[in-house]
């Protein structure tokens, strides 16, 4: 049993309004936090850690302190990129990133705490051939897949499948020539237009699986927290972010063998949090989409009012999830 | 491969998967419950009283639309 009052350090972006929620049920339990942004680092933060049973020391960020060796938590939420002082060469700038991302976060991941999650964790499990390998192998029913760069496989896929066939991305955060972070939904692939553009760089295709609805699983230590979301459009039903607007939301209960088979995915890539997609087939059946290991969660207790940010709250200032 | 075959632009050939690229979604169409946190809500002020820089307080850039089966928008990750 960890000692009362710990602190919990949060890392995320100022203006994260969902890591506000779970700061202020953490000051209601009047559990210390030390919230920062590693964009702080090295220009606004300063950390001396010395090694000896563990790293000892501190950070100082402002007028604000933390020991090392008081932190019972640490929520890792959405941090910036580390920021270099713009006096110095671009050279200088990089080998600065890169020895402050090493240095700040090696130490901090090292600490003796709980992480909600460990960056390291969610870095393995943002891997989707990862975590459908792992979905399937513990029953929780992915898509058929195929990942490719072979023009001639995807065409044989889609012919193979039999029926709609859709692209996903393996990875987020696409950035466009004009600069412009972009969106990339689930789209419906046209079996013609299947072209050796594919021969470009890996892509992900899945069979279209038929839905009554999809659910947002948000799991916190071993609470689940289920929400139907229902498509009133067809935009939305090929993909819920196509069309905020039409979508309507139900709490929804767990069947056993998908809790235990997500638990089970929890466990196998060390995870503590998970937002998971699950299409609900007309038949009942929960279909394994995807798991984002540091998923958005705030919109679905607003739309709910599933407690989500409380059971965090409780995790954070736990520091166990036993 | 054939050149002509890949559907290029000024920049050159594009992935396949690059065609269902789509504008920035915040920008498109309001926060996907059209919640807007109240202040209150911002204020990030840590257990000993010292509050959190007060200059992000306004902003609502906080993405809380991701997830579906498309994936997660991911914000640069310095891990």
């Not at chain 1, 010395?50 to 939420?77: C, F, I, K, N, T």
């Not at chain 1, 929780?140 to 995807?154: F, G, K, V, W, Y």
């Not at chain 1, 972009?182 to 899945?206: E, Y």
Request: charged share 25%; glycine share 10%; with cysteine.
């Amino acid at each position: 049993m960890r000692s009362p009052n710990r602190t919990v350090m949060v890392l995320t972006s100022q203006p994260d309004t969902t890591a506000d929620l779970v700061v202020r049920k953490l000051n209601e339990r009047d559990v210390p936090v030390f919230r920062f942004d590693t964009t702080a680092f090295p220009t606004e933060a300063t950390m001396a850690a010395q090694l000896g049973g563990g790293w000892g020391g501190g950070m100082r960020l402002g007028e604000r302190e933390l020991e090392l060796d008081r932190v019972g938590s640490a929520y890792y939420r959405r941090p910036g990129e580390f920021a270099m002082p713009a006096s110095i060469s671009p050279a200088a700038r990089r080998f600065a990133a890169a020895q402050s991302r090493a240095g700040l976060l090696g130490v901090l991941v090292s600490l003796d705490c709980l992480w909600v999650n460990h960056p390291g964790r969610n870095a393995d499990a943002s891997y989707k051939p990862w975590q459908l390998t792992v979905a399937e192998h513990v029953g929780l029913r992915p898509p058929r897949t195929l990942i490719t760069n072979d023009p001639d496989a995807a065409r044989r896929f889609a012919k193979d499948i039999d029926g709609p066939v859709i692209y996903k991305t393996l990875a987020g955060g696409v950035v466009d020539d004009d600069g412009v972070p972009k969106g990339m939904p689930t789209s419906v692939v046209d079996p013609d237009g299947l072209d050796d553009s594919i021969a470009l760089c890996a892509h992900q295709f899945q069979e279209w699986v038929d839905k009554q609805h999809e659910v947002r699983l948000t799991v916190v230590g071993d609470e689940f927290f289920a929400a139907e979301i229902h498509a009133g459009s067809d935009d939305a039903h090929v993909d819920w972010r196509n069309d905020y607007a039409s979508l309507s939301y139900e709490i929804a209960d767990v069947p056993d063998d998908v809790r235990r088979g997500v638990v089970e995915l929890m466990r196998s890539f060390g995870l503590v949090f998970g937002a998971l997609d699950f299409v609900v087939t007309p038949a009942g059946e929960w279909r394994f989409l995807e798991i984002n290991p540091n998923g958005q969660w705030g919109w679905i207790e607003t739309v709910t009012g599933l407690p989500i940010a409380t059971a965090l709250a409780e995790l954070l200032q736990r520091g166990t999830t036993t | 491969m054939s050149e002509a075959t890949i559907k290029t632009t000024e920049a050159g050939p594009r992935p396949y998967g690059m065609r269902f690229l789509q504008p920035p979604r915040r920008a498109a169409q309001p926060r996907p419950d059209g919640v807007r946190y109240s202040p209150e809500l911002q204020l990030t002020v840590g257990a000993d009283g010292n509050p959190w820089k007060t200059e992000a307080m306004a902003s609502e850039t906080s993405s809380n639309n991701d997830g579906g089966q498309a994936g997660e928008d991911t914000d640069p990750d310095p891990y």
